[in-house]
Each structure stands twice: as C-alpha cells, then as structure tokens.
C-alpha cells in the first residue's frame, strides 16, 4: 500500500485521492493569496499603523502571512500523503488543516471585531496622537504618517484644520510661524502650512478621521473576507481527509 497503485486500489479510494489532490493544488495557490494578503497590508497598507492604538490591525496582517506560510507547507503535505497512502502524513495533515483553520478564523474575527471599534478608536485618539506627536523626538513615524495622510486624503486635521492649533509643534516655535502643517497645503512648497485659507489648505474638505476610518475599513473586510472563505474551502479538505483516512484503514483491515 505505500505506493499508488489504480489496478489494485478501490474505485472510491481512487476518485478520493485525485479530489484531495486537485484541493491541495487549489489550497497551495489559496495559501499564496492569504501570505500575499498579508504581505500587502504589512509592506504597503502599514503607514498609517503609527496612529492607531491598537495593535489589532497588524495583528491579523501577521495571521495572514503566518497562516499563508503553513497553508502552502501543507498543501505540498497533502500531495504526498494522498499519494503516498501514508495514514501518520494523513493525520499530520489534517491536523495542520485544523490549525490553519483556526488561525484564519481568528484573523476574521479580529478583522470583525476591530471593524466595529475603529470609528470609537478614532476619535478617541486621533486628533491627540496627530497635535502631540507630530513633529516630536521619537515620533518620526507618526509625522510621515501624518503627512502621507493629509496629502493622500486630501485632509487636514483629524476633524478639521482647527485642530491644529492644539498642537504642541505649533506652539513650540519650531513651526516657523506656521499654522498647520505643509502637509495639510493643496500645493506643498516650504512654508505653505503659515497660510490657512482654504485655497491654500484643505480646509473645507473636512478632516482625515473619516476617510481613514474608510481606508482602514475597506482593507479590513478584505482581510476578514480572505481569512474566513479560505477556512470555509478547508472544511471540504478536512472532510476529504477523514473519508481517505477512513477508506485506507478499512483496505488495510
């Protein structure tokens, strides 16, 4: 039995072992998809990770990778285990699928849970992370946040332009007479920031609390949707796995 053999092998054996097979090519490339996720919200999604207060939001980009890793690792387990008729790899496999599993659905609940909090988190602390931290010692990745999304978003401001004068860089003197940040000008040139008229700044766009809470928002339901349709997929792996597993020990009896 440990090498696969059509003539010998029951008919029901044989169809379970080309449909676990055509799964773990499917679950491979599922596996890229879910890392590629991850990888994407990490690398190119993450600048405006610096102003949120929770961790949450990274936390299920690293699932996602973690997640995507195993699912390749497996499916290429799978391959052999199919074909190889080894139960020991059988059960090995259906354990990481049980693992993989729980991993994608915590991503989908964290993505979920975070959804439904972000707007309090916010205007909780928002505004207090843009008018103390920027421009401070220690805080660098805060002021590019700040200033990659003003100009991205066209904003300024957590609520409106207003909120500026709270802030401690401007109070500071360090500002250079500046009102608001240059980041918060249509056209960006030195000092731009010491005149806020709105056909200077953006000023009657509105603030950035909202069209960050949409961005943020818009990628969380991807991460949730991937985590939790990829679990689903895996539940017909599973199943396939125990009637193959089941099929092979009564052959072996």
């Known amino acids: 039995m440990g090498e696969f053999n059509e003539k010998q092998t029951p008919c029901g054996t044989v169809c379970l072992k080309y449909l676990l097979f055509t799964f773990n090519c499917c679950f491979w490339l599922a596996g890229l998809a879910v890392m590629a996720v991850g990888i994407w919200t990490l690398a190119l999604k993450s ?3 610096s102003l949120l207060a929770s961790s949450t939001y990274l936390a299920t980009a690293y699932i996602l990778v973690v997640a995507g890793v195993v699912v390749m690792v497996t499916g290429v387990l799978g391959c052999c285990a199919t ?3 080894r139960r020991n790899l059988l059960r090995l496999y259906f354990i ?3 693992i993989i599993f729980l991993l994608e659905i915590i991503a989908g609940v964290l993505a979920y849970v975070y959804y439904q909090q972000l707007n309090t988190e916010l205007k ?3 505004k207090d992370t843009m008018t103390k931290r920027y421009h401070q010692p220690g805080h ?3 002021t590019s946040a700040v200033d990659k999304l003003q100009q991205e978003f066209h904003c300024c401001g957590s609520n409106n332009s207003q909120d500026w004068r709270d802030s401690e860089w401007i109070h500071s003197g360090q500002a250079g007479k500046r009102v608001v940040p240059d980041s918060c000008c249509k056209t960006v040139v030195p ?3 010491r005149r806020d008229h709105a056909s200077n700044i953006y000023k009657v766009e509105g603030g950035c609390i909202t069209k960050l ?4 928002q818009d990628h969380l339901r991807v991460i949730g949707a991937v985590g939790i349709g990829i679990a689903c997929v895996q539940v017909f792996g599973m199943i396939f796995t125990c009637c193959l597993y089941r099929s092979l020990k009564l052959e072996h009896y």
């Open 47 to 49: 600048d405006y990770i």
């Open 83 to 85: 074909f190889k008729e």
């Open 96 to 98: 990481l699928l049980l």
């Open 124 to 126: 909780e602390n928002l």
């Open 140 to 142: 660098e990745g805060v």
């Open 191 to 193: 000092d731009c920031g």
């Open 213 to 216: 809470e949409t961005f943020i």
